[in-house]
């Protein structure tokens, strides 16, 4: 029994299968056609095969014409649009083949439509993705990216590579890539293993010396990588190159630096400074370590660090609890006795500073110690002469308050001077010593010596300043008030005048709130002791925009002065000590200045016969408040 063929292309659900007349007429279509196109096979039947176009390839006689063609070559395949009935497009593969009878008369035709629309999308999908790449791979200045044929030719090239190696495109592609290799790397064929390592793992990676068109040479960092297509055959190679140049030349320059540093710390003297592992076995020795320990380099290289430690401090662990406080809150620093190669102690200065990685990994500790038993010495002596000094004064606090007050003070000025003004002094003196080695040498560093001479003025420029504050305050108790008449609107006013650039400087906000009063004293000193309290409230800010309130207020007979900030504020514990001389807060450390400010500042209360006190919570703001005896107002 015959199987009708048109049974067959009916069960078909794949493809649309399509018959014309000679003229372009459909005949037949099988059941698909709806679901391809939305037309029922009936509503196609004697219509032009067109009726698929699209409204572009209508208007273009596309359908006529690729019959022609089909006509003219035995048989048309193409891949276009074409329109459903509802309007919208798919993305068709059609074959056209013309039918012919016995005697080789033309027929019509016989059309497969599959909707490739899907694989379509896939490629313009991919299309589009390799034209972002190229985009991008072009765009990219700091890097040559380029592809190379399985010999090592040049087949694509970026305008990075131009960039960096100088080439244009026109100039490199086709050419081996050896040409971006030195002579010595070509006598000892280094991109023939380069290729051939790429090829064996994948991948080849360095940093070495590439040379430019120009002929000049840079340090890069190279990758290689081997490429596969789909079927994992070796189709190529993609190479990304990377101008390290100015990296080496700063890793050049840090190595120098590090040995010039290196020759600095060996020839110091008067600092032992040394490293050591995270373990605390030593790993370096300088001759300052030997002038004060007397161990040589070859004594003390590799063994633990406690060795310079009492025993008394080894039964306690001391060494190994320095070093956990040094790794954990980044340093150790203390003055206590240590040991000697030859058993003898002495007073040492010790800093012990944690040293990490570029990845953050404690690698072990730098430490620095100086012989301070000549100072320890000192103030034992000036110790031993203060408490028979003192003794000698609270038996005059007997007798005499004032005179004891005075006692105080110089007690105060001893102190200071033994370590305050001595401690510039000695700075002073390091730097000179340093600076005569240095002059000594025949690579003098300039910079070094320059950095020298700033350290030994700083250190200088605040021995001044200590001297000048401590002048200042010694001067307060010689002169004579000169008692005046001062309006304190004026008396305000000036003293703002006075630190008006200051002001300005730190944008500050300042609000006044007097009461017209007329006060009795010593106008130059009144103006010192507000100009005191104001330039404290600009400094001590912790960043923040100074916000300044000075105020009067007259009650009980008096005018009671007050200055106000939004500064760091004062710790509970020391509100009552910042009057005495050289006392400074724990949270001011970090700010320049001598200590003395607020001390001038009690010096003249008391010379008017008046009172000063502090009001102030950490972290809010500090209130100064003061008046004078009632017989300095009307």
Known sequence: MMINPLYFFNSINNYVFIMLNNIGHIEYCNNAVGSFTGYDAAELIDQPFSILSTEEDKTRKRAEYDLSVAVKQGKLEAELWRQRKDGTKFWSCSSINPIYDDQHEHKGYAIIIQDITARKQNEIELIEREERYRLMVDGVKDYSIFMLDVKGFVITWSDGGKKIKGYNQGEILGKHFSVFYTREDLENKKPERELKIATETGKYEEEG???RKNGSVFWASIVITALHNDHNEFIGFSKVIRDLSERKKEEEELKQSEERYRLLVEQVRDYGIFMLD?????????????NIKGYNAEDVIGKNFSIFYTEEDKLINKPANELKIAAKVGKYEEEGWRVKKDGTVFWANVVI?????S??????FSKVT???TEKKEAENKLRESSERYRFLAEKLKETNTSLAAVNKELEQFTSIVS?????PLRTIKSFLVLLDRGLDTKDIDVVLLKTYIQKAISASNRMKELILNLLQYAQLSKEDIAVEDIDVSELMGEVLQNLKSSIDTAKATISLDIDQRKIKGDRVQLIQLIQNLVSN???FTNNKKPEISLTTKYENGAVLFSVTDNGIGIEKDMQRQVFEIFRRADNVKEYPGTGIGLSICKKIIERHEGKIWVDSELGKGTTFYFILNHQGFQ
């Not at 373990?279 to 370590?289: C, F, P, V």
């Not at 500073?353 to 990685?357: D, I, K, L």
């Not at 990845?359 to 072990?364: A, M, S, V």
Request: proline residues 0%.
């Open 209 to 211: 010396w590439r040379v």
């Open 278 to 290: 995270e373990k605390g076995r030593i790993s370096s020795w300088n001759e300052g370590a030997r």
């Open 353 to 357: 500073t944690s040293v990490f990685n």
């Open 359 to 364: 990845e953050g990994i404690l690698i072990g």
């Open 370 to 372: 100086r012989d301070l």
């Open 419 to 423: 370590h305050d003004l001595q401690e």
């Open 537 to 539: 409230s600009l400094k």
